[in-house]
C-alpha cells in the first residue's frame, strides 16, 4: 500500500511538473529548463505509467495522443450559441457602433473597450468540469458544432488540466485555432518536398489540420490556442472586466494575444486599429481586423444581443485588397440547397496573396446594383482574405459589344423551374430530390438521423456511392447489394451486410418522419409532425390547396406555397412513388381528436439532462401538443432547466420574466403522469 502511494505521488508530481513547463513553453514562450531536462522527466512519466496502465489520468501529458482514428465526428449542441460578429469597415461605421451602444444605455459617457487583434482561424469551444477538459467543438452553425476532442488534446498550448485555483467547476472557454506563419511555411516546404500538395493560406491548413479523423494527423500540425472569451460557467466567480476575465484564463493555462489592451474610449479603438494595422505584416500569426468589445460585462448583459450577433462587439475589418480585371464570362452553378449563383469568369490576377480567375457575383440584384455586363473591366476584391468577389464596374472601359447577363429561369442543371419569392433575393432550383447538384446533400439528409436514420451510412459514404455512380437518388439507395457496397473503400463484408439490413429495417418508418427526410423547403420536424397529425395520409396531404394546408398550426404562406409546389412538380412526385415502390411505407396517422393537453402552450428546455435526452424530451412535449421554442419570450409558458443551472442564461430571464420553471426530475415525473414516459 506505502508503495502504491509513493507511486501515485510521484506520478501526480511529474503530470504537474510536465503541465506547468508545457505552460511556460507554449503559453508564455519561457521556458525554465532545457528540453534535455524536460525529454528526461517525459521518460520518467512514461515508464511510470507502463509499469502502472492502471494510474494513468486524461490529464497526463502522455495522452494528449493516442486514440484510434474516427470514422466521422459526433454534433454537439452549443449550450449557449456561438455568435458572429457585426462588421466595420472605417471610422465612421465604428463610431456609429459607439455611438448606438450610448443611446441604448442612455449615456453618453465613455465607453471602455478591450482590444483584441482577430485571428484569422477557427473558433473552438472547450469544456472544462473541475478543471479537467472533457470536451473541444467547433463552432459549426453557431448552435451546433462538431465533437473535435480527440483532435484539440493534441494542442499543446491548450491545457488539459487547469493550472491554479479559482476556476468554476464548469467553465466553457472560447478561442481561435490557428497556424503561426511561421508553422505554415514548414508545413507547406516538407509537403513540397514530398511532392504532396500545399496549403493555400494558413487560415485553410489549421481549418484542415483541425478536422482529421485521425488526430496522430493534427498533432504533426503545428496548431495554437488562443483564448478570446468564456462562453459560460457554473459556480464560481468571474472578474467584471472582460480583459480580467482574459488575464483570469491565462492564469488558467491558456494563451491568450499579448496585444490585447482595454482602452478608454473609441478613439482609442481607432487609435489601437491604426497602431495593429501599421505592424500586421510583422506579427507570427495572420490577422484581418480587430474586434472591440465594451470590456465591463455587467454592461455586456444590458446591451443584448440582435439577431445572431452581440450588440456589445463589433469586428472593424482590414481593408480588403483589390485587382482591377476583366470579365469574360458569367456561368450559374447550382448550390446544395439549390441557390442559383452567377460566378464571374475572370481573366486571371494576382490578388490577396493568390490568382483568381472566379468571383462571385451572388445574385440577381447586386448584378442590377453594380450594372455588370460581360466583357466589363472590373474590381475585384478577396473580400475577408478569403471569397473574392466583383465590387464595381469600371464603366469607362466598358466595350461596345458588352453583352447584359440574363439570369436563368430553369435550373441548369436538371431544368426544373427557377423561382424567386416575394422578399428574397436568392433564386433556387425547384428540382429538390432528382437535381444532380443537390443530390449528395438531399441524400444526407433523407438518411439522417432525424429523417431515416439509415445507421451506417454517413455522409462520406453518401459521397462515394454518388461519385461511383451506384445511387442517382434516395430510392436507388433500396437498390443497393451487399456484394456492390463490400467493394468500396473503407467498407467490407460485414459492413456492407449492417448497411443493408439497416436500409430494409428503414423502410418501415412514420409519415411524419417521410415528410421531413423528402427535404420540403422550411419543413423541419415539428412542421412535419404537425402535417402528418392534421392530414393523416400522405394523399390527404398531396392534394391539399395553399389555403387548407395553412390551417395547420406554424404552417404560414411561404411554408405552404413550398409544400405545395413540391407535390406539384411531377419528379418529386415520380421521386415519392419510386421510394414507396421500393417498399418504404408507413402507417397512416388516426387525425379525429386526440388529447393534447399541452396544446397552446410553449416550454423552452435548457441545461444538461441525464435521465432522458434532451431532444427526447422536446418530443415528448410537443407530443403533448406543446410547442417547444429556442428562446425565453412572454409567451413561454415554462422553462425547463436540466443539471440545476440557476445561473443559465434562460433560467435568468424566466425569472426575470415571472415564467414557471420546473427541474428535469419534475419534467420526467410529469411526463410520467400523462402516460408518454415510462418512470
Known amino acids: 500500500m506505502p508503495d502504491t502511494f509513493l507511486t501515485e505521488s510521484r506520478l501526480q508530481e511529474l503530470r504537474q511538473q510536465l503541465n506547468y513547463h508545457n505552460y511556460r513553453y507554449y503559453v508564455l514562450d519561457d521556458p525554465n529548463i532545457p528540453d534535455a531536462e524536460y525529454d528526461r522527466l517525459y521518460a520518467q512519466l512514461q515508464q511510470l505509467e507502463q509499469q502502472h496502465p492502471h494510474l494513468i489520468s486524461p490529464d497526463s501529458p502522455t495522452q494528449r495522443v493516442g486514440e484510434a482514428p474516427l470514422s466521422a465526428f459526433d454534433q454537439v449542441a452549443h449550450e449557449v450559441p456561438m455568435l458572429s460578429l457585426d462588421n466595420a469597415f472605417d471610422d465612421e461605421e465604428l463610431e456609429d457602433f459607439n455611438r448606438r451602444l450610448q443611446d441604448r444605455l442612455k449615456s453618453t459617457d465613455d465607453i471602455e473597450f478591450a482590444c483584441e487583434p482577430k485571428l484569422d482561424g477557427i473558433a473552438i469551444s472547450l469544456l472544462y468540469r473541475e478543471g479537467l477538459l472533457v470536451r473541444g467543438a467547433t463552432r459549426g452553425d453557431g448552435t451546433t458544432g462538431e465533437d473535435i476532442s480527440l483532435n484539440v488534446r493534441t494542442i499543446p498550448s491548450i491545457p488539459l488540466r487547469l493550472l491554479g485555483e479559482g476556476f468554476p467547476p464548469l467553465l466553457e472557454v472560447r478561442g481561435e485555432i490557428y497556424m503561426p506563419k511561421k508553422g505554415f511555411d514548414e508545413l507547406n516546404d516538407k509537403a513540397r518536398s514530398a511532392g504532396e500538395k500545399t496549403f493555400v493560406n494558413p487560415r485553410n491548413a489549421a481549418a484542415g489540420s483541425l478536422r482529421q479523423l485521425d488526430p496522430k494527423i493534427t498533432a504533426s500540425r503545428p496548431l495554437e490556442m488562443c483564448a478570446y472569451s468564456v462562453g459560460w460557467s457554473e459556480g464560481g466567480d468571474l472578474p467584471e472586466r472582460h480583459t480580467d476575465v482574459l488575464e483570469a484564463l491565462h492564469g488558467w493555462g491558456f494563451l491568450i494575444n499579448p496585444e490585447m489592451k482595454a482602452v478608454a474610449n473609441i478613439q482609442g479603438c481607432i487609435d489601437y486599429y491604426r497602431a495593429l494595422a501599421q505592424k500586421r505584416e510583422q506579427l507570427a500569426y495572420d490577422i484581418d481586423g480587430i474586434v472591440f468589445k465594451v470590456n465591463h460585462r455587467g454592461l455586456q448583459e444590458r446591451l443584448g444581443f440582435v439577431s445572431r450577433a452581440p450588440r456589445w462587439a463589433i469586428a472593424y475589418k482590414f481593408p480588403a485588397q483589390e485587382e482591377m480585371t476583366l470579365l469574360k464570362d458569367v456561368e450559374f452553378q447550382v448550390g446544395r440547397t439549390g441557390a442559383i449563383t452567377p460566378v464571374a469568369r475572370l481573366e486571371p490576377v494576382f490578388v490577396g496573396g493568390v490568382t483568381v480567375s472566379n468571383a462571385t457575383l451572388h445574385n440577381r440584384d447586386e448584378i442590377d446594383r453594380l450594372g455588370v455586363k460581360v466583357k466589363d473591366t472590373v474590381i475585384v476584391r478577396r473580400a475577408g482574405d478569403v471569397i473574392p468577389q466583383v465590387v464595381s464596374v469600371v464603366k469607362a472601359k466598358r466595350p461596345t459589344d458588352a453583352t447584359e447577363i440574363v439570369f436563368p429561369d430553369h435550373c441548369p442543371v436538371c431544368e426544373s423551374p427557377v423561382e424567386t419569392l416575394p422578399g428574397e433575393v436568392v433564386a433556387r432550383c425547384s428540382g429538390g430530390l432528382i437535381c444532380g447538384a443537390q443530390r449528395k446533400e438531399a441524400i444526407k439528409h433523407f438518411v439522417s438521423r432525424k429523417a431515416l436514420d439509415i445507421d451506417g451510412l454517413g455522409d462520406k459514404l453518401v459521397e462515394q456511392l454518388v461519385d461511383e455512380g451506384l445511387i442517382d437518388s434516395v430510392a436507388d439507395l433500396y437498390k443497393l ?22 436500409l ?55 411554408v405552404a406555397h413550398f409544400v405545395a409546389e413540391f407535390f406539384q412538380q411531377p419528379h418529386n412526385l415520380e421521386a415519392v412513388q419510386a421510394l414507396q415502390d421500393a417498399g418504404v411505407y408507413w402507417p397512416d396517422v388516426e387525425v379525429e381528436a386526440r388529447e393534447e393537453p399541452l396544446e397552446g402552450k410553449t416550454y423552452v428546455v435548457t441545461g444538461s439532462f441525464s435521465t432522458i435526452k434532451r431532444n427526447d424530451a422536446k418530443k415528448m412535449l410537443q407530443d403533448l401538443g406543446a410547442k417547444v421554442a429556442g428562446s425565453v419570450s412572454a409567451k413561454t409558458h415554462c422553462v425547463v432547466v436540466g443539471g440545476g443551472a440557476t445561473n443559465n442564461s434562460k433560467y435568468v430571464k424566466a425569472q426575470e420574466l415571472g415564467i414557471d420553471t420546473m427541474t428535469e426530475e419534475q419534467l420526467v415525473e410529469m411526463l410520467g403522469e400523462y402516460g408518454v414516459l415510462e418512470v
Open 504 to 558: 430494409e429495417a428503414s423502410k418501415q418508418t412514420s409519415l411524419d418522419r417521410f415528410l421531413y427526410a423528402l427535404g420540403i423547403r422550411e419543413v423541419g420536424e415539428a412542421t412535419a409532425r404537425g402535417l402528418s397529425r392534421h392530414f393523416g395520409s400522405l394523399p390527404a396531404l398531396m392534394d391539399a390547396s395553399e389555403e387548407q394546408l395553412q390551417k395547420v398550426d406554424d404552417v404560414g404562406p411561404v
Open 481 to 502: 447489394e451487399a456484394e456492390t457496397v463490400a467493394g468500396l473503400e473503407r467498407m467490407g463484408a460485414k459492413s456492407a451486410d449492417n448497411l443493408i439490413a439497416a
